[in-house]
Structures are given as C-alpha cells and as structure tokens.
C-alpha cells in the first residue's frame, strides 16, 4: 500500500535535488584548496560554500530522505494509508521554506559559520530560523510516525509491530531527543544574541548542547541505511533476514547508546572534565555493537540468499549472490565503506588517540566515508528501488544505475584515504587555503591532488544518480505491482514485551542522558562570567 | 503477548537490560573519576573526593605564584581602546604643530621624510601616541627618539599625535599586484595578512597605516622584529609574525607598502 505516493516523491526530489547542488559546492572546495588551484583570495567565498554544503547535506538532505521513506513504510507496513497527510504535507513546506530561509543569508555571507554554528561566530537570525523550521518540519514527522502507529495497534491490539515500522519509529524517537539539544541551544542560547538582545553567549554551554545533537544525528541519518539492510537488500536479491529479534535488538541499541555519547566530540575542550570525556568514550565504544550485530545478521541473510540461488560449500554462495543486481552492489559497497570508517571511527572516540587527529582533515576524511559512502549508497538503493512504486514507471537503466554505485564507491575511496592519509600528516581541516611550498606541507601536495580526483568521480556519479532518476520518471508507464518488504527466515507470531515496544528503551536513553550529560550542563550553566562577545559574521 | 508488564522486576528484559547498563555506567564512572584520575602522575589529589571533582570538570584555584618571573627586556605598557584618546580640537592640533618643530628634522616639515624616516602626515593617532609612550618608558629604544621624547609629558604625546593625523595623507603608492604575504598571510605558518590591520584591506586599533612609508624602514623595522631588537609588540603580535617570514616576503611586503625617497 502506497498511497501517499506524491508526498513521498515530493520528499525525495526536494532532498536529491539539494543533495546535487550541494555536491557541485563540495567538489568546488576540494578543488580550490588543492596545489591544482591558486589561492581564491578572499575565504569568505570558500566558508559561504562549506556553510551551504554542510547545511544541505548535514540537515536538508537526510531528514528528507528520513522523512520520505519513513511516510513509505508507514503506509507499506502498516498497510494503510497515511493518518495526517495534510500534516505531512505541512512539515515538507516548512522544511522547504527552511531550507529558502536558511540558505538565502548563506548566499548572501551574512551566514559563513558552518553548519555546525561554532558561537560565538553568530549569523544573520534568518539562518538560524531557517534550520529551526526544517527541524520543526521533522518533528512533525515524529509526531505523524508515532501517531500511525497509535493507530494501528488500536486496531490490532496484540500484533508484533512490522518490523520496517519497528525500525522506523526507532529513527523517529531517536532523532526526537537527539534534535533536542541543538534546538535548546539555537532557541535558548544564539538567536537572542542573534536577534540582538543579548551580545554574550556562553560558548562552553553551546558546544556541550550541540554535542548533545551532533552525534546522534549520524545515526538519525544511518537508521534509513540499516532500515534498507533488512528490509529492501535480502527481499531484492531473494533472501530472508536471518533473525528478526536480533534486528529489533540492533534497532533498540541505536535508541540507548546513540546519543549519550556526544562528548568525544569535544575531547580537546576544556570546559568539560575528563571523567565525563572518558565515560562518553566508553559508550561510544558501545555503538559498534548494534552495527555488528546488524554486519553478521545481514551478512546471514545474504548467505541465505546465495544459498537458496544455489550456492554450495563455505564459500560458494558468494559466488552464486546476483552481484548484477544493483541492491546488492549497494550493500557489498556500503559494508566495504562501513568497515573502513568504522574502523577509523575507533580512532575518533579513543580519548587518547583522538589527539593525533582531533581537528585534522582526518576527520573529514572519517565523516565523508561514513555518511556520504556508506550511508548515502543506500540512500540512492532505496531511490532506486523505490521509484518504480512512486513513479509508476520503470526504472530501466539497470546498467547506467551499476555505473553509478560503482563510480560512488570508486569516487568515495579515492576521495576519502588520502584525507585521512593527510590528517594524520597533520593537515587541519576548516582552512580555506593551503600553502604547499613549505617542508612540511609539500608531502599533502600529491594525496590532495588525488583526493580531488575523487572527489570529481563523486560528482559525475552524482549526476549520473540524477540522470537515472529523471529517466525513471520519464519512462513508460507499467505495473510495478505491490511494494513489499524482506520477511524474516522465521517470522515472529509473538514477541517478548520489549522487543515490541519503545518505552523501556527510551527510558534508558533518558537515563543516560541524565548520567553523562546531566552534571556539565548544569555545571556550565551555573559557572559565572563564562560567556564571551558575540562575533557578529557578515553584519549579523 | 503484552500480557506481562514491561517495567516489572519479573520480566527479564527489563531487569537485565537496567543492570547491564547501570553496571556499564557506574564501571565506566569508577574507571573515568577515580581510578584513572588518580594514576596521573604529573598530579596528585589531596583525596578521592579532590580527584572526582577534578574530573567532573570542576575548576580548581591555582596556587599562589611564588617568584613573578620578568621578562627580560621592558615590554610596551600602553592600553589603547577606542576612547583612550580625546577627540582632537584646534587647540590640540596647534600644540602639537608647535612640539613638532623639534622632529622636523627627521619626520619633515609637514609630517614626509626625506630620510628614510618614518612619514607621519596622516598616521593614525593612536598608533603615533602608541610609539611615543613605548620611546618614553624605553619599551623601544632608538638612539634619536628615546633623548627626544624623555621630557614629553603625556598630554604632550597626545598633542603631537593629534597634528600629525591631522596632516593630509601621501597619496598611496601604486606598486602593483597585491603580494600574497599582504593580501592573504600564510595561513600554515601563523601569518595573518598584513592587509588586515595595516590596510588597505582592514585597520585595528594602535596599528600604523604603512602605505607610503619609506621601503628601507619598514625592511629594517621587520628585520629588528625579527631578531628581537624590536620588542614593543603587544603579545609578540608582529615578532610572531616577522619571525615566520621568508626575506623575500619581508622584501615583498616592503617594497608593497613603501616609497623610496
């Protein structure tokens, strides 16, 4: 059941269309920073450019994606029609107007603060404004998801709860606290200052409350990629999902670990005490465990697949998988750049570690792999897999889509292990312009060069991406018959109270939220003459 | 199913998912506030409870300094801010045309050098006031001005600083495409560009405006930073900087904003 299919595409072209846009910008700044391009001469140009990009692709762009399939499986799984379409369709215009609003400053350099807001730099109150809608439109879907969901257990008191929408209503919820911290900090905090009625901002208090958002919302972004794991790969490429228990338990993990965990974005801060650093640390070590739980559960599930295809022996059902078959190329890529980045990752949340990185292109690096490669692959996965039911056409260019995922992966290698190569070398990031002639910096020279290079195969993969889409949505009609999702080698008649429910999970998430980020909050509130002057950016 | 309560000490996944995570918690805390805390070695804790503060974040008061180590040259004692200096008048200006007569010789008759000294006509006054204060309290030293200046009072520095911002401006010399060191630094060696407090890009508070001034001073005023010779720099702003150039930027920079006589 795919009633809603309008909304749904409205989501998806209004986040692939930004996605591109901001991806020209992206390759442009890798471009201008390299050896292969003199110095632009003013940075302002170069921090406008990371600011849209980082805006497009860091808030517009997943919560789109987020939003519009998670109206999908609503519809799908619970097999009825949307409850509250025209709510729906209020919190797509006000993330669409937010995104107008939010980019309009940017545009004009009254907003060159990256998306990260870094107070005390403070932007025209418009940009802030702008993003606040766009989060608003999301919470919106929040509400719309949970409250589907109400309904559809009236109705079937007692059933497990589809496992997609499962999935689905975990992401929501999460994304509900975690988008909390962020927001307190943009309403509370920046725009009075902003707005003029204040010139001081407590930064230390800032940069603990976007912590709080900052890293939370990677797995807010992460929780469509694991969704299409389970759901659209095994049932694409002919499997079953080996477990479906063990994929609630990967789903509610996410819900208790993802965001109590924020601070090993500030090892190198000295506002927060290192005991706090250390316990942050130590679930952020946490996190990896819902993600290998969810690598051998779908790695089962594929194996069932290219055994069912008739694949013999330890290792003949690799061979037997149909790796012609886009979804699965998605997902082999997908792990591949999983596996890469999180094993970087490990080096980001060790307290120790962290400092032969922290705020080196490094980062950038790790960030790129994770979000752009292995999440974003899946995002174009579910484009593709998806379009046929919301178009009504066929999605024929089966290739040309093999191309795409392809040259993404390819791109996103070669774009993203000299970044990290150079981190380590020491090269910071957020820098509009490098000078390669000195000893120690001519060594950067060649990687950024190659590191551009992938950068542009990123971009042709891109529009390739587009390409295929607007084909999609120009071909022939046909029947694309029914959208379903993957069903599990033993679908589960009756599930353990837990596994069918959020509140004991989201009980933890609070809990922790009080133990690891309930002290340097109200410590950082209570501490006196910890706010600076305001650096009002562009004019303010 | 559902029939048995979710937050009941009966249901297993209740019970051990609290525990679980509340055994994480409190292992993590023992580890992070006491246990690695106090195996610091270049800290020690007067006790436990010293320790877990510390690693909450706590700010503790730092000893009292025992011996206030000086520097080992005088360092520059004036604080500009935007009031420091009254707004000028016609009086002000006057005064400081009649002290000025004594720095003729060098400075010129209406503020332009003929030898390879400084220009003055039109300087900002904050930065002249600046330099006079430093040649007084012998923060910079020079074996004409320092003799020069000893008997200025300070209303008197504020006057002759006011006459000579008051005197027009040499037309700015024409020298050219921008140098890289003045219109963007390098960024990687810690240089911001010369153009954002010399100008033409920009101006802060107690700089001086070099265009037009003479290319041999401005090259030895940057060597003597350099070296250290030169030590009136708030905060080592400028011997920061001089001392990360390359002589050909000093060169560059030099013959960007100057003028030969």
Redesign the interface.
Same mark, same amino acid.
Not at chain 1, 411 to 437: E, K, N, Q
């Given at each position: 059941m795919l009633a809603s299919r309008r909304l749904i595409l409205a989501h998806f072209w209004l986040a692939f269309g930004g996605f591109i846009l901001a991806l020209f910008l992206g390759a442009w700044q890798m471009f201008i920073r390299s050896p292969l391009h003199g110095w632009i001469g003013n940075p302002e140009l170069y921090y406008r450019s990371v600011t849209a990009h980082g805006t497009m692709m860091a808030y517009v762009f997943p919560t789109l994606v987020a939003m519009g399939f998670g109206y999908a499986i609503t519809e799908v799984s619970l097999g009825r029609p949307l409850t509250g379409r025209n709510w729906a369709w209020l919190g797509f215009a006000l993330v669409a107007l937010g995104t107008v609003v939010a980019i309009i400053p940017v545009g004009m350099g009254r907003a060159s603060i990256l998306y990260t807001f870094y107070p005390p730099m403070i932007a025209n109150a418009a940009y802030y404004f702008g993003v606040v809608f766009v989060v608003v439109g999301s919470w919106i879907w929040v509400a719309l998801t949970s409250i589907n969901l109400r309904v559809w257990r009236h109705r079937n008191p007692g059933q497990p709860i589809p496992f997609a929408m499962f999935a689905n209503t975990v992401g929501a919820y999460l994304w509900a606290w975690t988008s909390v911290g962020a927001a307190v900090e943009v309403l509370v905090q920046i725009l009075p200052v902003a707005l003029g009625l204040t010139t001081t901002i407590n930064v230390a208090l800032a940069r603990v409350l976007f912590s709080w958002t900052l890293h939370a919302i990677v797995y807010f972004w992460l929780i469509p990629t694991y969704i299409a794991y389970y759901t659209i790969v095994p049932r694409a490429i002919g499997g079953r999902i080996y477990s479906e228990p063990m994929a609630r338990i990967s789903f509610v993990l996410f819900l208790v670990v993802a965001m109590p965990i924020g601070i090993h974005h500030l090892f190198m801060d000295p506002e927060v005490g290192q005991g706090f650093k250390f316990l942050h640390s130590v679930f952020t070590a946490l996190v990896a465990l819902p993600t290998l739980l969810t690598v051998f559960t779908i790695s089962a599930s594929v194996e069932i697949a290219g055994r069912l295809r008739g694949g013999r022996g330890l290792f003949g059902w690799l061979t037997a998988l149909p790796w012609r078959n886009p979804l699965m190329l998605a997902l082999a890529f997908s792990f591949v750049m999983l596996g890469f980045g999180g094993a970087g990752g490990l080096v980001n949340m060790s307290y120790q570690l962290d400092s032969s990185i922290h705020n080196t292109q490094w980062v950038t690096g790790h960030f790129h792999l994770i979000f752009a490669g292995a999440i974003v692959i899946m995002y174009f996965a579910i484009a593709y897999d998806m379009w046929p039911h919301l178009t009504g056409r066929a999605l024929a260019s089966i290739g040309l889509m093999r191309t795409q995922l392809w040259t993404w992966f390819i791109g996103m290698i070669v774009l993203t292990v000299p970044w990290h190569y150079v981190g380590i070398l020491g090269m910071p990031r957020r820098m509009a312009f490098f000078d390669y002639s000195t000893p120690t910096t001519t060594a950067w020279a060649g990687w950024v060069d190659t590191s551009v290079a992938g950068g542009l195969i990123v971009l042709i993969s891109g529009v390739l991406f587009i390409v295929v889409l607007i084909r999609g949505q120009l071909a022939p009609r046909v029947d694309p018959g029914q959208y379903r999702f993957s069903v599990a080698m033993h679908a589960p008649r009756t599930l353990p109270a837990a596994l069918n429910s959020f509140a004991l999970w989201v009980g933890l998430m609070l809990a922790l939220t009080v133990t690891n980020y309930g002290f340097p909050i109200a410590h950082l509130i209570g501490l006196p003459d910890a706010a600076v002057p305001a650096i009002y950016i562009g004019g303010g | 199913?559902?029939a048995?309560? =979710?937050?009941s000490p009966r249901?297993p996944?209740?019970i051990t #998912?609290?525990i679980v995570?509340a055994a994480? !918690?409190l292992i993590? !805390?023992g580890? +992070?506030?006491i246990w =690695?805390?106090l195996m610091e070695r270049n800290t020690s804790f007067a006790d436990v409870w010293t320790a877990?503060c #510390? !690693? @909450? +974040?706590?700010t503790q008061s730092s000893p009292a300094p025992g011996v206030i180590v000086q520097p080992p040259a005088r360092l520059s004692g004036v604080f500009l801010t935007a009031s420091t200096l009254a707004p000028s008048d016609a009086v002000t200006i006057g005064r400081g045309a009649t002290l000025a007569l004594r720095c003729s010789m060098c400075h010129g008759a209406r503020g332009l050098s003929q030898a390879n000294s400084p220009n003055l006509a039109g300087q900002y006054a904050p930065a002249i006031y600046k330099q006079l204060q430093d040649f007084k309290s012998g923060a910079r030293v020079n074996a004409v001005m320092s003799p020069l200046v000893a008997d200025l009072t300070t209303q008197e520095t504020r006057e002759l600083a006011d006459y000579y911002a008051y005197l027009p401006r040499p037309p700015s010399p024409q020298n050219g495409r921008v140098p890289?060191i003045v219109? #963007?630094g @390098?960024?990687?060696?810690g240089i911001a560009p010369c153009g954002a407090c010399h100008g033409p890009e920009g101006h802060k508070l107690g700089t001086p405006w070099l265009e037009g001034e003479p290319v041999a001073y401005l090259r030895a005023q940057l060597l003597a930073f350099k070296d250290g010779t030169r030590h009136n720099d708030i905060n080592q702003i400028m011997r920061n900087v001089a001392r990360q150039m390359t002589p050909a930027e000093i060169d560059a920079a030099a013959q960007f904003y100057g003028v030969r006589p």
């Amino acid at each position: 059941m795919l009633a809603s299919r309008r909304l749904i595409l409205a989501h998806f072209w209004l986040a692939f269309g930004g996605f591109i846009l901001a991806l020209f910008l992206g390759a442009w700044q890798m471009f201008i920073r390299s050896p292969l391009h003199g110095w632009i001469g003013n940075p302002e140009l170069y921090y406008r450019s990371v600011t849209a990009h980082g805006t497009m692709m860091a808030y517009v762009f997943p919560t789109l994606v987020a939003m519009g399939f998670g109206y999908a499986i609503t519809e799908v799984s619970l097999g009825r029609p949307l409850t509250g379409r025209n709510w729906a369709w209020l919190g797509f215009a006000l993330v669409a107007l937010g995104t107008v609003v939010a980019i309009i400053p940017v545009g004009m350099g009254r907003a060159s603060i990256l998306y990260t807001f870094y107070p005390p730099m403070i932007a025209n109150a418009a940009y802030y404004f702008g993003v606040v809608f766009v989060v608003v439109g999301s919470w919106i879907w929040v509400a719309l998801t949970s409250i589907n969901l109400r309904v559809w257990r009236h109705r079937n008191p007692g059933q497990p709860i589809p496992f997609a929408m499962f999935a689905n209503t975990v992401g929501a919820y999460l994304w509900a606290w975690t988008s909390v911290g962020a927001a307190v900090e943009v309403l509370v905090q920046i725009l009075p200052v902003a707005l003029g009625l204040t010139t001081t901002i407590n930064v230390a208090l800032a940069r603990v409350l976007f912590s709080w958002t900052l890293h939370a919302i990677v797995y807010f972004w992460l929780i469509p990629t694991y969704i299409a794991y389970y759901t659209i790969v095994p049932r694409a490429i002919g499997g079953r999902i080996y477990s479906e228990p063990m994929a609630r338990i990967s789903f509610v993990l996410f819900l208790v670990v993802a965001m109590p965990i924020g601070i090993h974005h500030l090892f190198m801060d000295p506002e927060v005490g290192q005991g706090f650093k250390f316990l942050h640390s130590v679930f952020t070590a946490l996190v990896a465990l819902p993600t290998l739980l969810t690598v051998f559960t779908i790695s089962a599930s594929v194996e069932i697949a290219g055994r069912l295809r008739g694949g013999r022996g330890l290792f003949g059902w690799l061979t037997a998988l149909p790796w012609r078959n886009p979804l699965m190329l998605a997902l082999a890529f997908s792990f591949v750049m999983l596996g890469f980045g999180g094993a970087g990752g490990l080096v980001n949340m060790s307290y120790q570690l962290d400092s032969s990185i922290h705020n080196t292109q490094w980062v950038t690096g790790h960030f790129h792999l994770i979000f752009a490669g292995a999440i974003v692959i899946m995002y174009f996965a579910i484009a593709y897999d998806m379009w046929p039911h919301l178009t009504g056409r066929a999605l024929a260019s089966i290739g040309l889509m093999r191309t795409q995922l392809w040259t993404w992966f390819i791109g996103m290698i070669v774009l993203t292990v000299p970044w990290h190569y150079v981190g380590i070398l020491g090269m910071p990031r957020r820098m509009a312009f490098f000078d390669y002639s000195t000893p120690t910096t001519t060594a950067w020279a060649g990687w950024v060069d190659t590191s551009v290079a992938g950068g542009l195969i990123v971009l042709i993969s891109g529009v390739l991406f587009i390409v295929v889409l607007i084909r999609g949505q120009l071909a022939p009609r046909v029947d694309p018959g029914q959208y379903r999702f993957s069903v599990a080698m033993h679908a589960p008649r009756t599930l353990p109270a837990a596994l069918n429910s959020f509140a004991l999970w989201v009980g933890l998430m609070l809990a922790l939220t009080v133990t690891n980020y309930g002290f340097p909050i109200a410590h950082l509130i209570g501490l006196p003459d910890a706010a600076v002057p305001a650096i009002y950016i562009g004019g303010g | 199913m559902q029939a048995q309560p =979710l937050f009941s000490p009966r249901n297993p996944w209740f019970i051990t #998912s609290v525990i679980v995570t509340a055994a994480i !918690a409190l292992i993590a !805390a023992g580890f +992070g506030f006491i246990w =690695l805390p106090l195996m610091e070695r270049n800290t020690s804790f007067a006790d436990v409870w010293t320790a877990i503060c #510390s !690693a @909450a +974040g706590l700010t503790q008061s730092s000893p009292a300094p025992g011996v206030i180590v000086q520097p080992p040259a005088r360092l520059s004692g004036v604080f500009l801010t935007a009031s420091t200096l009254a707004p000028s008048d016609a009086v002000t200006i006057g005064r400081g045309a009649t002290l000025a007569l004594r720095c003729s010789m060098c400075h010129g008759a209406r503020g332009l050098s003929q030898a390879n000294s400084p220009n003055l006509a039109g300087q900002y006054a904050p930065a002249i006031y600046k330099q006079l204060q430093d040649f007084k309290s012998g923060a910079r030293v020079n074996a004409v001005m320092s003799p020069l200046v000893a008997d200025l009072t300070t209303q008197e520095t504020r006057e002759l600083a006011d006459y000579y911002a008051y005197l027009p401006r040499p037309p700015s010399p024409q020298n050219g495409r921008v140098p890289e060191i003045v219109e #963007s630094g @390098a960024p990687v060696r810690g240089i911001a560009p010369c153009g954002a407090c010399h100008g033409p890009e920009g101006h802060k508070l107690g700089t001086p405006w070099l265009e037009g001034e003479p290319v041999a001073y401005l090259r030895a005023q940057l060597l003597a930073f350099k070296d250290g010779t030169r030590h009136n720099d708030i905060n080592q702003i400028m011997r920061n900087v001089a001392r990360q150039m390359t002589p050909a930027e000093i060169d560059a920079a030099a013959q960007f904003y100057g003028v030969r006589p």
